[in-house]
T-cell receptor
Framework: NAGVTQTPKFRVLKTGQSMTLLCAQDMNHEYMYWYRQDPGMGLRLIHYSVGEGTTAKGEVPDGYNVSRLKKQNFLLGLESAAPSQTSVYFC???????????????FGEGSRLTVL | RKEVEQDPGPFNVPEGATVAFNCTYSNSASQSFFWYRQDCRKEPKLLMSVYSSGNEDGRFTAQLNRASQYISLLIRDSKLSDSATYLCVVNFISSGSARQLTFGSGTQLTVLP
């Protein structure tokens, strides 16, 4: 039972480098999300997707881009990494219900990114 | 003002104690409510949904007070394994008519032997 899988789990970048985080889910969920979690800040939504081919901005989208070319995959890109993007990134997915997400999110194990 | 607010704690309680957390939300259009648990350096996981009439799952009781816009989580007979951060989650209709989930910053609980 894979659920939600994130890769890579750890990465160290230099300022200005680019990278992509991959999230894959095998539960056929419509909704997928990227969050970042920083000490004392809780989980903050970066971008989300309500279905294949659609994406939308969340609370803190600047400096990130996303794509959802396949229903099971949601990619998060950093085009030019900055130290402020040092964080733990969580991907999550959920089923849809009556035009919106259910409250049950399934999270990946997280990706720890450090930008020097 | 944050849309979902929690006392960050930490709450340090002895094993066997009863502990309660509150979470307040600002959006009166909020529709559904949840408690998640997050262990140190792990991903959050759904603990329980919160129903209007209140609900119980073993040692855990969740309640909703729509008039005062808060939800609560009560843990009875706390165990060492209950040590974690508890996240309050609110599902509400945004200005764009889409339902969105908002997380609180979490309340840290440590159960001491």
């Amino acid at each position: 039972n894979a659920g939600v899988t994130q890769t890579p789990k750890f990465r160290v970048l230099k300022t200005g480098q680019s990278m992509t985080l991959l999230c894959a889910q095998d539960m056929n969920h419509e909704y997928m999300y990227w969050y970042r979690q920083d000490p004392g800040m809780g989980l903050r939504l970066i971008h989300y997707s309500v279905g294949e081919g659609t994406t939308a901005k969340g609370e803190v989208p600047d400096g990130y881009n996303v794509s959802r070319l396949k229903k099971q995959n949601f990619l998060l890109g950093l085009e030019s990494a900055a130290p402020s993007q040092t964080s733990v990134y969580f991907c999550a997915s959920s089923r849809g219900l009556a035009g919106g997400p259910t409250g049950e999110l399934f999270f990946g194990e997280g990706s720890r990114l450090t930008v020097l | 003002r944050k849309e979902v607010e929690q006392d960050p704690g930490p709450f340090n309680v002895p094993e066997g104690a009863t502990v309660a957390f509150n979470c307040t939300y600002s959006n009166s259009a909020s529709q559904s409510f949840f408690w998640y648990r997050q262990d140190c350096r792990k991903e959050p996981k759904l603990l329980m949904s919160v129903y209007s009439s209140g609900n119980e799952d073993g040692r855990f009781t969740a309640q909703l007070n729509r008039a005062s816009q808060y939800i609560s989580l009560l843990i009875r007979d706390s165990k060492l394994s209950d040590s974690a951060t508890y996240l309050c989650v609110v599902n509400f209709i945004s200005s764009g008519s889409a339902r969105q989930l908002t997380f609180g910053s979490g309340t840290q609980l440590t159960v001491l032997p």
